[in-house]
């Protein structure tokens, strides 16, 4: 039906691929770094204490220290050319990829953005230049693995709380975990077997490290810890490797609960202490190199092997915009476009 003059224009309908990640301070200045941990600290699925407990220790101790902490480490990996921190750097370059590869494949009928869950680009503002842009269906991927509720589902609530402010909302599909994905395990197999081939010794032994969690949360049902294992066990398998061959860990405690064990930063240690002078670290559960991985894994899990005794430590990086990532990450994104485009 043709529309009356004075109708307000109307973009070509198209499908929004949005992709998500965690987030990043805009810069490791203590104000940028405090506005970024404030937003990720004060998240109920990240810490999910009471807030009349948590607040008060946050806006106080904490943020009152842990900004110029954590700003020195983000100094230490920053981009100084282009003024960004690696996952966003990395961020750009996966989704440049993706979006080529769908391109390729679909035209200009799907759209490929990202956002971040804290700091920027934020979800809302990226769900709003969607909904501009004539996306009448948006996937919505969240760059993780592995579900977690501190990871996925924080993300897939954020996307939720854009679409309300949205006046006709798109129609829309969250990406669920994709931990066991041929080709996901395949790349990591591959990236895994560069860095065996490239070493003249072989490393005694691979430690999977993944981004820990409260026990308690395993216990009040978050599959995450699961999940894992099963990653190392197919990564292991895909390898043809013996079961004392990889070793699954877990980093990033905070605060006083207990967690997931064992602890990457002692279990290297004990390795180093058991005559295993040389060990490999990967790290299945980011999809990009970042502060936990290029900081935490090269320099605080390194220096803990070394001080115990050990040798070499060779860290194998995030799987980032490599060709075998981006092929997995497209094909769990056709999988999800199943029914909104032709095959």
């Not at 109307?10 to 998500?20: E, F, K, Q, T, Y």
């Not at 390795?271 to 320099?299: M, R, Y």
């Amino acid at each position: 039906m043709d529309k009356p003059a004075d109708h307000p224009p109307v973009p070509r309908p198209r499908i929004g691929i949005l992709l998500a990640n965690l987030g990043t301070p805009d810069g490791y200045d203590y104000w940028s770094m405090r506005r970024y941990l404030n937003e990720f600290l004060s998240d109920k699925r990240v810490i999910d204490y009471p807030s009349w407990k948590w607040q008060p220790l946050l806006q106080t101790v904490i943020l009152g220290k842990r900004p110029f902490t954590s700003g020195a480490n983000y100094k230490l990996i920053w981009n100084h050319e282009l003024n960004e921190s690696p996952l966003m750097t990395i961020t750009k370059a996966q989704t440049a990829a993706i979006a080529a590869e769908l391109e390729a494949r679909h035209g200009d009928r799907v759209m490929v953005d990202f956002c971040m869950r804290y700091g920027n680009p934020s979800t809302e503002s990226k769900v709003r230049a969607m909904v501009a842009a004539g996306c009448e269906r948006i996937i919505f991927f969240p760059l993780y693995p592995h579900y977690a509720g501190a990871t996925s589902a924080t993300a897939n609530d954020q996307f939720f709380r854009a679409l309300m402010k949205e006046k006709r909302q798109p129609a829309v599909r969250t990406v669920p975990e994709y931990f066991g994905h041929p080709l996901y395990i395949d790349a990591l197999a591959q990236s895994v077997q560069r860095a065996w081939d490239a070493l003249e010794r072989k490393p005694d032994v691979l430690v999977a490290s993944y981004h820990g969690m409260p026990i308690r949360y395993l216990t009040e049902g978050d599959p995450y810890h699961c999940q894992c294992q099963k990653t190392s066990r197919l990564l292991r398998e895909r390898l043809g490797w013996g079961p004392e061959m990889i070793d699954t860990t877990f980093q990033s405690v905070f605060g006083p609960e207990e967690w997931l064990k064992p602890y990457t930063v002692n279990h290297v240690a004990e390795l180093a202490k058991q005559g295993k002078k040389h060990i490999a670290v990967i790290a299945p559960a980011f999809s990009a190199d970042c502060i936990e991985t290029l900081e935490e894994i090269n320099g605080e899990i390194r220096e803990s092997f070394q001080h115990a005794g050990g040798e070499v430590f060779t860290y194998i990086p995030c799987l980032n915009d490599e060709p075998a990532h981006i092929r997995a990450l497209a094909a769990v994104i056709e999988e999800n476009l199943s029914g909104w485009i032709p095959a």
